[in-house]
Each structure stands twice: as C-alpha cells, then as structure tokens.
C-alpha cells in the first residue's frame, strides 16, 4: 500500500472480506496508523498490528530500539477503547506470539498489537517453525444464523459478536459511528454507554487471570524486576549479579502488556520489599506498576531514552538499592 | 489510448414500475426500495440536494446490471456522500475519513468475487484520501469509484475543497476562492483509470447507464457526479436551490464524449463539459500479482483462498 493508513485500513478491508490480515510498521508509521486502530477497536474486526519500536519522538532514531511506545499503544486512538498488547523478547516468541496474537484477535475480536523493539525485531537467533497441523488456530467464529435472524453487533454470552464476511447474503453494515446492534449510526447516552462499555468489558476474562507473563524466583523474591521486550534479557543478567550478592532478586516478565497483569502486580505488592521496572523509555509501564502496587511496596523506575540497552550493572544498582 | 463505445443512446432499457398513472394503490412501493435499508429512512441529506438522486440512478444500474447483489459490496468514506453505505441493502462499509479506497483495496483482494463500489464525496475522496485514489488508479485495482462532486465540504459547513471552483465563496473563503481546484477526470485519465466518466444530477438516464456499464468493465473506473448543494454552495453563491440547480445544469452542460479531459476543468459559471471521455483495457492488479506470482513461482503458487463461513 501508499502509506501506513491505507496498509492500516486495508488490512480491515480484508477481515470483512474473508482474510486474517495484519501489518508491519515502526516509530511514524505507527503514529499514523492509531486512527484505524480505533476503527478496528469500534468495529471489532480481527487484525494484528506490529510495532518494532524505534526511539522517537517523530523520526526519531530509525533502527535503534526503544520502549517509548507502549502508552500509544494502549491510548493512542482518540476514545475509550480497549486492545490487547504482546511484546515477545525473541525471534522464537516472535513467531510464537504473532501466531497467539491472531488467536486473541478472533477471540476478542479485537486489534492485538505486537510490540518488538529493535533489537527483538532484528535479532537472530534459532527458530523452530513446528508443523502447521501443530499450531493451535483459533478460527473465525461465523455465525451460524440465517440473515433474517442475524445481528451484526449482538453480543453472545461472552460479550463477543459473531462474525460474517461481505458476499454472503447477509448484507451488513458496518460503521465507525457509534451504532446499535444492527449496526446501524444510533448515536445517543445510552448508546454510547452500552457499546463503550462493553469494547472494555469484552476483555475482562483476558484481564482476570490469563494475562501471559514469565516469572522466576517468585517465592522467595524481596525485589522484582518488572520488564519486558528486549530489556527483559539485559535485566535477566541483573537478576543473576544480584543472586551472586545474596540479593533475593525475582523476575516478572511482562508479555501481554495490554491489558495490564495488574492482579499480578497487586498480589506480589502485597509482599515484596520493592519492584525495579527498567524500560527503554524515560517511565510509561512503570506508571501501571505503580498504580497496580498501589502503595504497598517501593517502585523504582531504571529510565533511559532510547537508542541502546541497559547496562545489566544499571539495573543491577536499582536491585541492590531497591533491597536495602 | 482507444476510446470505445461512445455513443449513450438516450433511452435506458427497462420499464419504470413506479408509473402508475391515477392514484397511488395504498401497498404500491417505490421501485428502488428493495435497494435500500428502508429501516433508515428518512436519510438525513437536504432538500434539494443531489446525492439522493445518484443513488436512484445507482439503484436503476444496479438492475440493468443484472448484479447479483449478494456479491456487490459498497464502501463510503465520510461525509454526506459518505452516508450513502449506510442506506444501501448491500454489504456496506462506512470507513474512516479518506480512507474508504484502501478498504475496498483489502476487500477486493480477499475476497475477488465481490463487486467492490467505492461511493464517496469529492472532500473525502480528493483531499484526505486524494493519494489512495491516485495510486488505486495506477494500480488499476478492481474497484468502481462514484464521486459526487458537490464542489464543497458540505457535512461541516460549506468548506473550500480540492474541487472548489475559483472565484467562489466558501466558509473559509469568505472573499473568494483563489486556490486553483482540481479537474478530477483529469487526474483519474493521468492516474490510469480504465474509465472516466462525468454527468450532473441533471443527467440521470446517462448517469444510470455509465453505472450500470462500469459494473459491468474490470479495472478502475472513475465517475464523477456534479451535484448540487443548496444549502451550502448553492446558498453562498447565489446559485438558488435545487432546481435552479437542474435549470443551470441543463443550459451548461454539453455532451462531449471522448472529450479529452485536459479541456474539461469546472469553473463557477462556465460550461460543463460531460460525458464519457475515457474506456481502456489494461491489466488489472490482481491479473498482474497473479502473472507475477506464476512466472516466479510455477506450481509453488497457490492463491490464497477465502475463508468459508461454514468453517
């Protein structure tokens, strides 16, 4: 496609049509996608982004990693809305997650944003690609009525609509207007409310215990190392110094970011001594652990701007003042 | 560049149910109703406006067409045209500003049985999504784009747009547009339509039968719809209402198909020069991807296939 809003826009075309379709994009190009990730989010159409962040903002630094994008991800579409967000930390989890992250997207019938960074995205490593008959797809959930019975937006238990494609008779309408069940513009209160509250409502069983995350030496932790994506590694060989020191370091790793573990983080907050949340940008999931500890423990943000790593020994000296 | 079939013969075939002369039978039902999402009405354009009008007309071609409307789908951008989605029986799509063109892009190549109608206003087609038009164009995706050109951003207010005439008054041009506006069949013959077309509200039967006749063609095509705005353009500009519309587009408008599209600019005033001034055959892209697709890859290329909806 010409640009990041058509390639954002067409990919939806192709859901309506038939398709599981998804697009590629970093740093600018995400910026111009956000409008059409509300139009997914309201018209609940099954897509996948991926962002391979870059340090911004604007042009930013092209093939240098950051983190800086994570709060975009989750608001930077204009309204209330929800999506899903994964950040894989390897080429493996890369095909792994993406393939996780169209299944979400046929669950949810929501946008899920895979969330790389540089070096996740240009890193090479061993990657076992398994048979197709071994990968666990979740299919589109068609509906089984006739068109005479069926409503577009009309939500099953789960609070999920069935899904149709153009071409099959049941001569839909879909919308960016906020809309009843038919699918029709009704744009009132009650409306409004109903179908806004539900976007958000629909992922609650996502939220309450299915968040995916990766945890180490939890029982025993007095610091908690929150991070993810590529920051994960480098704090991974922190949390080794900091076990060499007599520290009793843990490791939680965030990979569905979006909605956020926050029942993770409040359970642990309720005994831990701190948590140590470095990320590649100056203090945006740090923000959600702090909301999540609610004051029940130290949160320390390992900032930095972008355009390398962490040194592991930075994270190390949090973990170490974190314990004190 | 070859021109075919330039001749529009004045009468459309077919019979017009709804004359029924002497009183009106109490179930008797407009023709185009089974067309439309009754459940809508009333719709929401102004009296005297001419988008109504075009969706007759497209509902007349979609009969003379002989389309099976199941596989017809229809995507409107934003904007009063942009509305025409919403009120049309078909599978339909009222995307976002501009972007209605990318949509039906993704549409048409997942699902290539669909007859893909783009359906949108010449703000929304011209100035936002002006680039996905040109490059569609230059592709010569599969998909029929009907523009209607009411010379104005109407939904917000009568705002100067890419296909304001000079010399006008707009909401931002209180002293006269100065900007110099696009010529849209132009811009479409440059960008590489396979069919370029114009007309006015005025021009229903004509309109009917370039509609019913581009989707019938493969390959990108273009038509243009002069309309009127009376509440907006007409209004400011002192153009009187709907039928002064009618009237002024009658004594204006000249037939002049093949015309080349270089001397078919719109000014405030002057003439309107319509007709069909474009019909090539090239390759479409789903022709090309596929030519592509087989000289590089041999029996390795599978195309891809449609999701069943029993799966």
């Known amino acids: 496609m010409e640009d990041e809003l058509a390639a954002s826009i067409a990919i939806q075309g192709a859901v309506w049509g038939g398709a599981k379709a998804f697009t590629v994009t970093s740093g600018p190009g995400f910026s111009l996608m956000m409008e059409h990730i509300g139009y997914a989010a309201i018209t609940e159409t099954p897509c996948v982004f991926v962002n391979v962040q870059r340090g911004g903002p604007s042009t930013g630094l092209p093939t240098l990693p950051a983190q800086a994008d994570m709060m975009q991800a989750r608001w930077g579409s204009h309204g209330d809305y929800a999506i899903i967000a994964l950040c894989p930390n390897s080429p493996q989890e890369c095909f792994d997650l993406t393939i996780t992250g169209f299944n979400l997207a046929e669950e949810f019938r929501v946008p899920v944003l895979m969330m790389m960074d540089e070096c996740v995205g240009h890193m090479t490593e061993k990657v076992i690609i398994p048979e197709a008959s071994d990968i666990a797809i979740t299919p589109r959930r068609f509906t089984s009525k006739t068109p005479e019975d069926f409503r577009l937006f009309e939500p099953r238990e789960d609070l999920v609509p069935d899904m149709v494609k153009a071409g099959d008779g049941y001569r839909f309408h879909v919308t960016g207007l906020t809309h009843d069940e038919r699918g029709y513009p009704s744009m009132n209160v009650e409306t409004q409310d109903g179908l806004v509250r539900r976007l958000q409502d629909k992922l609650k069983p996502f939220s309450n215990g299915r968040a995916l995350c990766e945890t180490e030496h939890l029982e025993d932790a007095e610091v908690v190392v929150v991070s993810y994506g590529i920051t994960s590694r480098v704090a991974q060989r922190a949390l080794q110094m900091a076990r060499q020191q007599g520290v009793r370091a843990g490791k939680f790793r965030i990979i569905s970011a979006w909605p956020f573990p926050e029942r993770h983080i409040q359970e642990l907050a309720g005994r831990v001594k701190a948590f140590v949340v470095p990320e590649l940008n100056l203090g945006q999931m740090v923000r959600e652990v702090e909301r999540s500890a609610a004051g029940k423990c130290k949160v320390m943000a390992v900032p930095h701007a972008g355009g390398s790593v962490h040194d592991p020994e930075t994270i190390l000296k949090a973990i170490l003042e974190a314990a004190r | ?311």
């Open chain 2, 1 to 311: 560049m070859t021109v075919a079939t330039l001749e529009i013969p004045g009468e459309i075939p077919g019979e017009i149910p709804g004359e029924i002369p002497g009183e009106i039978p109490a179930d008797a039902r407009n023709p185009v109703e089974p067309f439309l999402r009754m459940d809508r009405m009333p719709h929401i354009w102004c009296p005297g406006c001419g988008i109504g009008t075009t969706v007759n007309c497209f509902t007349r071609a979609l009969l003379d067409s002989r389309a099976n409307l199941d596989k017809v789908a229809i995507v409107s951008g934003i904007g009063c045209t942009g509305r025409v989605a919403g009120y049309a029986n078909l599978d339909s799509f009222h995307t976002t500003h501009g972007r209605a063109i990318p949509f039906a892009t993704g549409l048409k190549l997942a699902n290539p049985e669909l007859q893909v109608v783009v359906y949108s206003g010449d703000g929304d087609l011209f100035a936002i999504g002006g680039n996905h038009f040109i490059h569609a164009a230059r592709r010569n995706m599969d998909i029929k784009v009907i523009c209607v050109n009411n010379l104005t951003y109407a939904m917000t207010g009568g705002q100067t747009g890419p296909a304001t005439p000079g010399q006008t008054i707009s909401a931002t041009s209180p002293y006269g547009v100065f900007e110099p506006s696009f010529n849209l069949v132009q811009l479409a013959e440059a960008a590489g339509a396979a069919y370029v077309a114009r007309w006015t509200t005025y021009h229903v039967k004509q309109l009917s039968r370039s509609m019913a006749e581009v989707l019938n063609k493969k390959g990108f095509c273009f038509i243009e719809v002069l309309s009127p705005c009376p509440t907006l353009y007409q209004r400011r500009n002192k153009m009187g209402d709907g039928l002064e519309a009618m009237k002024f587009y009658k004594q204006v408008s000249k037939v002049r198909n093949g015309a080349p599209t270089s001397e078919c600019a719109l000014t405030k005033a002057g003439e309107i020069v319509v007709g069909k001034f474009v019909d090539r055959d090239r390759p479409d892209y789903l022709e090309l991807l596929k030519a592509q697709m087989t000289e590089s890859l041999g029996e390795r290329y599978a195309e891809p296939e449609v999701a069943c909806s029993q799966c």
